[in-house]
């Protein structure tokens, strides 16, 4: 929560203003260590010199924060346009899927259908020639049907 307070409060402000807030508390120092010369401003200028060094570290602290969060968009918008290309990339490839797909499904109907009008040609030759023992069939059809037989109890 507190870092959303800092981002949201700070977050608005140019970069170049935190090394000029660290440059002007150096000046600020300086002109400070001078005023403690003056014996009428030594206790204000006293007061002043630690107040402009954590001035000039919070600046500094806040410039390295500014640099890796200029860092960190450049990172992400490069991450953004490769998602974006990945996403039509992976629309175009799935596009092709589906007609590939379609295709596939066309040829089994195909295939299927062609077996079919061959079964119903050739039914009476079927009927004709069917030299299958019936043991086999009814072996065949407990297979299909997945069902043992019933076997007594001894």
Known sequence: MFSWIIQYAVGDLPIWIWPFMA?????????????TYFPNIKPYAMFIKPIAFVVFCVGIFMYGGAGVEAINKVAIQLAEERV?????ASK???QQLAVKLKDAQLTIKDQENK???????????????????????????????????????K
């Open 84 to 88: 974006k290309a990945a996403e039509e």
């Open 23 to 35: 440059g002007v508390s150096v000046a600020i120092y300086f002109l400070a260590g001078v005023a």
């Open 92 to 94: 175009t490839a799935n």
């Open 115 to 153: 077996l079919a009008t061959s079964i119903l040609k050739n039914k009476k030759k079927f009927d004709a020639e069917c030299n299958i023992d019936p043991v086999a069939l009814r072996m065949y059809n407990r297979a299909v049907s997945n069902t043992q037989p019933v076997v007594p109890k």
